[in-house]
């Protein structure tokens, strides 16, 4: 009799299914971004999900240029506010701090997050422009008291890499941005690609079936029906991590690479983005948001971060021709 085949049940891809160590992701790697000072690096909320019509920009698509409809996710983008900007240079384990300046009368919110910084005096900005240095970046910090759907006014502090070709523009860019805000097309425009980095929405601990999808024992097992047949054989005596066991489900760090930016709205009020009724779990967009293609990871109101893309290999399109935004009731009314 042949042996019997089928597909392992559950993707290895992201094992270990671990939780994630912080709400809000930690981004590792930036590319080479534009020649041109500018920041690699943004932050969102997520808000939820509706559709759209609009023309097929995909040239290869059995649909292309006819009137298509898509998922999308709104993203509120308030403007970033700058608190610091910092040289790093390579070590032997990693990029070590040669400089750090802060700007001054910075918002009165960011005391929820770190004690109150005075700024930096005129000798240690002289000595951060004198300083050489390999990669420059700048500490960014949210400012949820702009946002309606969140509750939390404290604000998240991260840091984004300045691109640039030449270093001295760069460290000039970044002295140049100390105690601004940053909107959002600083990063990017419609058309563009972005990597989004996120945490998914958690879901605690589950058993065998729900987390890894495997077969029901039969009816007439003599002990459980939700669990697995066996840990493996005897020899070797371990339990490899191939076997589907029950653990952490959700709340797992993720990246979505290559998400298309369809819009851009700047003023809600004018260019109306809430449907009736306000977005479920968070209400209404009163500050900017931006309109991606497709699905996005963590439930409304986690902050998601931006990134220019890692991989990008797509052409950029010049203008998304959107028909319609749907603003209907995402309720069920």
Same mark, same amino acid.
């Given at each position: 009799m042949a042996r019997r085949h089928r597909p392992r049940r559950g993707s290895l891809a992201y094992s270990p299914r671990s939780r994630a160590a912080r709400p809000v992701p930690r981004i590792r790697s930036w590319p080479e971004g534009p020649k041109q000072p500018s920041i690699e690096g943004f932050a969102g909320f997520k808000v939820g999900m509706t559709h759209a019509f609009m023309v097929d920009y995909r040239k290869r698509s059995t649909t292309a240029g006819q009137e298509i409809s898509v998922p999308v996710t709104v993203v509120e983008v308030p403007p970033l506010r700058v608190a610091a900007a910092r040289l790093y240079r390579r070590a032997p384990y990693g990029f070590r701090i040669v400089g750090e300046v802060w700007g001054r009368e910075l918002s009165p919110a960011l005391e929820r997050r770190i004690p109150a910084h005075p700024g930096s005096t005129e000798e240690e900005l002289a000595e951060f422009a004198a300083t050489s240095a390999e990669e420059v970046r700048l500490v960014l910090f949210t400012q949820p008291q702009l946002v309606v759907g969140v509750p939390s006014k404290t604000p998240t502090l &991260?840091?984004? +890499?300045?691109?640039?070709?030449?270093f001295e523009d760069r460290r000039a860019f970044a002295l140049q941005q100390l105690g601004t805000e940053? @909107?959002? /097309?600083? =990063?990017?425009?419609e058309g563009e690609f972005l990597d989004v980095l996120g945490v998914t929405k958690g879901f605690g601990f589950q058993g065998h079936i729900q987390r890894w999808g495997v077969k029901l024992q039969p009816r007439k097992n003599s002990k459980h029906r939700r669990m697995i047949g066996t840990l493996g054989p005897h020899n070797p005596s371990f339990v490899s991590y191939r076997i589907p066991q029950a653990g952490?489900?959700?709340?797992?760090? $993720?990246?979505? &690479?290559?998400? +298309?930016?369809?819009?851009? *709205? $700047? /003023?809600?009020?004018? /260019? @109306? *983005?809430?449907?009736?009724?306000? &977005?479920?779990?968070?209400? /209404? *967009? +009163?500050?900017?948001?931006?309109? =991606?293609?497709?699905?996005?990871?963590?439930?409304?109101?986690?902050? =998601? $971060? &931006? +990134?220019i893309p890692l991989r990008s290999r797509v052409a950029v399109v010049e203008k998304v021709d959107i028909r319609y935004l749907s603003t209907r009731s995402k309720q069920g009314a």
């Open positions: &991260f840091e984004v +890499r300045v691109s640039g070709e030449k940053l @909107p959002i /097309d600083k =990063l990017t425009k952490q489900q959700g709340y797992h760090r $993720r990246t979505q &690479f290559n998400m +298309r930016v369809l819009k851009i *709205v $700047r /003023d809600p009020a004018t /260019d @109306p *983005v809430t449907p009736a009724g306000g &977005f479920p779990h968070y209400g /209404d *967009v +009163r500050s900017a948001c931006v309109v =991606l293609h497709g699905s996005l990871p963590g439930p409304a109101k986690r902050l =998601l $971060r &931006f +990134r």
